[in-house]
């Protein structure tokens, strides 16, 4: 019964922060969209991200006030809200999240995700996605592109055009590199050479990468741990998370990286995805030491 209390109470007070935001943020949105004057649109674009800041740190409040859960959060850099960060991660579980909001709220600029296309017409959430210029995102697979040949390359066209909007402004993008929840079943249907990881997908970031140049030359690598195992949404919101670990690592992308043609150049593109591989191996050990950590300490 407490559990249930705890999570219709979190649940509305999120709510109700959300409906209060939501209003102002779709104003500004409209304001933007349909004057063309750069001072004014990036001016707007800065009213968005301080109203989705205050909003994620009213939800920390809520989280921090109603939940027991503890945020182990731990970086090795100093982090800066007037600098650009691409940022990787493992993906888990709906709370990864939570997570990184409350590893980088206020911390990096407010963090963008590459969203499909679908997700504009969820109520509520995908107005917000478009006020705050999160990417919308129309991907082609494999089988597609052997039947239609004259899509190839449009990935890299819709990935240009979003990151136009966040030239001369800081911007934090997050990535999955594994583009899915790790599961049991999908790292055994997988043959994943990694204890804790599926495989990472190279293209995402190379792609953003190469939109962004020398403004994204620095990666936060974060490795999410739970102890107790991964969570759903409702563990967390009813009281159930009791702890959850940030790891953050943060390094410079090497100047070779940069500038690469990854969709047509066969030798920078094995070289792209060689890096990938080394942050994954590196990660994966990291995250076998997390859980040794655990283990020991309970």
Request: hydrophobic share 45%; net charge neutral; charged share 20%.
């Amino acid at each position: 019964m407490l559990r249930l209390f705890t999570a219709l109470i979190t649940s509305l007070l999120v709510l109700i922060n959300t409906l209060v935001g939501i209003g102002p943020m779709l104003i500004l949105g409209i304001i933007k969209a349909v004057i063309p004057h750069r001072g004014i649109r990036n001016l707007c674009s800065r009213a968005v991200m301080w109203i989705a800041e205050t909003w994620a740190e009213i939800n920390k409040a809520i989280f921090g006030f109603m939940l027991p859960t503890e945020w182990d959060i731990r970086c090795d850099v100093p982090l800066h809200q007037d600098q650009s960060y691409l940022i990787i991660s493992n993906h888990q579980s709906y709370v990864d999240i939570p997570a990184l909001v409350q590893a980088f709220n206020r911390k990096t600029p407010y963090f963008k995700f590459f969203l499909k296309k679908e997700l504009i017409w969820v109520p509520f959430l995908g107005l917000a996605f478009w006020a705050l210029d999160y990417p919308f995102m129309k991907r082609y697979s494999k089988a597609h592109l052997e039947k239609h040949p004259e899509d190839k390359g449009k990935d890299l066209e819709i990935t240009q055009r979003a990151c136009a909007k966040f030239q001369g402004l800081p911007v934090a993008v997050v990535n999955y590199l594994e583009g899915t929840r790790f599961t049991p079943a999908k790292h055994e249907h997988q043959a994943s050479p990694y204890n804790h990881l599926l495989r990472p997908k190279s293209g995402g970031i190379a792609f953003v990468m190469a939109a962004l140049g020398k403004q994204m030359n620095t990666v936060l690598d974060v490795s999410i741990y739970y102890p107790d195992g991964p969570p759903g949404f409702w563990e967390l919101i009813s009281g159930q998370v009791e702890r959850v670990v940030v790891d953050i690592r943060g390094f410079d992308v090497p100047t070779e990286l940069l500038g690469g043609d990854y969709a047509n150049d066969a030798e920078f593109r094995e070289k792209f995805q060689q890096w990938v591989s080394d942050l994954w191996a590196d990660k994966d050990q990291r995250l076998g030491l997390l859980r040794e950590e655990a283990s020991t300490s309970g």
